[in-house]
C-alpha cells in the first residue's frame, strides 16, 4: 500500500482541502500535525528508511520516537490534492528528541511548517490530558481574528460572548477558549504560551492571527474551530444588525450544561 492510500493521509488530505475551502487558509496561512500510531506508519514506511535528517531547535524528547504526518513551511493548502507529497510529510521524532527522520514527503527541499514549536509543545501537553489526543490543527479563520480586534480579549469575556451566539457552543467548547498575548509567530516563546494555554482548553487564540485547536481526531479539532468560528460569525452579523437585543442567559446556559452533561469552566457564568 502507498501512503496516500492510508486512513490517515486521505483524511488529511480531505481536512485540509475543506480547511482551504471555508477560507481559513490562505496563501500559506495555517498548519496541522498528526500523531500516528507506529502499525498506522509501518504499514507502508520504514522507520529505518530515513530520506533526510531536519534539526530541531527545541526539546522535544517527549514525543521521541513518535510519528507525525505534518504540513510543509510556505505550503499552501489550496494545493493539497494536486501535490500531497510536497505539501504533507511524515516524520520520526528522534530517540534524542533534537531532529526529525524524515520518512516520506516534503519532496523538493521542503520543511515542517514553521510552527512546529507550538505544534509540537501542544502535543506534549495535551497528551498528559488525554492519551488518545492526536491533532494540532492552526489556522485563519476571519471572525474570529476580527473579534481579536474588537472584542476584549479576557478569556472569560471572549468565551462568554461566543457561548451566547450559538446554543451549541457551550457543549462543545464547555472549557472555553483561552487566549494568548501577541507573540512573534514561529518562535518557540508562543510555542510555550501556548501549549501552557492547552493544558486547560483545547482551542487557544492567537490575537490578531489566528486559533489552535486540539482533538482526539481531525473531526474534533475541525469541529472545535468550525463552532467557534460559526459564533464569531454570528457575532459580526449581530453588531452589524445594531447589536443584542436579547441573548441566552447565564441561567440558561447553565441549564444548557446540566442536560448535555459538560461542566462550564468555572467564573464565566453568574448564577
Ligand atoms: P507555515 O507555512 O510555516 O506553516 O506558517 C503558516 C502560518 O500560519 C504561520 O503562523
Ligand atoms: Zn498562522
Redesign the pocket.
Known amino acids: 500500500m502507498n501512503v496516500l492510500n492510508t486512513k490517515f493521509a486521505t483524511e488529511m488530505v480531505g481536512t485540509i482541502a475543506n480547511m482551504y475551502r471555508l477560507g481559513w ?1 490562505e ?5 496541522l500535525t498528526t500523531l500516528l500510531t507506529p502499525s498506522e506508519v509501518e504499514e507502508v514506511l520504514s522507520p529505518k528508511q530515513v530520506l533526510r535528517e531536519i534539526p530541531l531547535n527545541f526539546d522535544a524528547k517527549p514525543l521521541a520516537q513518535k510519528f507525525f504526518m505534518v ?5 499552501y493548502f489550496k494545493n493539497v490534492e494536486n501535490a500531497p507529497t510536497e505539501v504533507l510529510g511524515v516524520v520520526q521524532v528522534s530517540e534524542c528528541g533534537k531532529k526529525l527522520n524524515l520518512l516520506w514527503g516534503l519532496e523538493n527541499g521542503a520543511v ?4 512546529l514549536p ?1 505544534h509540537f509543545m501542544s502535543h506534549i501537553v495535551r497528551l498528559q490530558q488525554d492519551e488518545n489526543h492526536r491533532i494540532i490543527m ?3 479563520p476571519t471572525n474570529l481574528i476580527a473579534m481579536t480586534f474588537s472584542h476584549s480579549l479576557q478569556e472569560e469575556e471572549i468565551t462568554k460572548t461566543l457561548w451566547e451566539m450559538s446554543t451549541e457552543c457551550l457543549v462543545v467548547f464547555p472549557e472555553g477558549v483561552s487566549v494568548v498575548p501577541w507573540i512573534v ?2 518562535t518557540n516563546e508562543i510555542g510555550k504560551a501556548t501549549s501552557a494555554k492547552m493544558a486547560a482548553a483545547r482551542l487557544v487564540i ?1 490575537p490578531h ?2 486559533i489552535y485547536a486540539a482533538g482526539c481526531s481531525l473531526d474534533e479539532a475541525f469541529g472545535l474551530i468550525e463552532t467557534a468560528e460559526k459564533a464569531a460569525t454570528i457575532y459580526t452579523a449581530v453588531c452589524a444588525q445594531g447589536g443584542k437585543k436579547q441573548t441566552i442567559t447565564d441561567s440558561e446556559l447553565n441549564d444548557l450544561g446540566k442536560a448535555f452533561g459538560v461542566v462550564p469552566r468555572k467564573g464565566i457564568l453568574k448564577i
Open positions: 487558509n496563501r500559506n496561512g495555517g498548519n504540513t510543509g513551511s510556505g505550503k515542517p511548517t514553521s510552527e507550538s492552526h489556522c485563519h509567530p514561529g492567537w492571527h489566528g
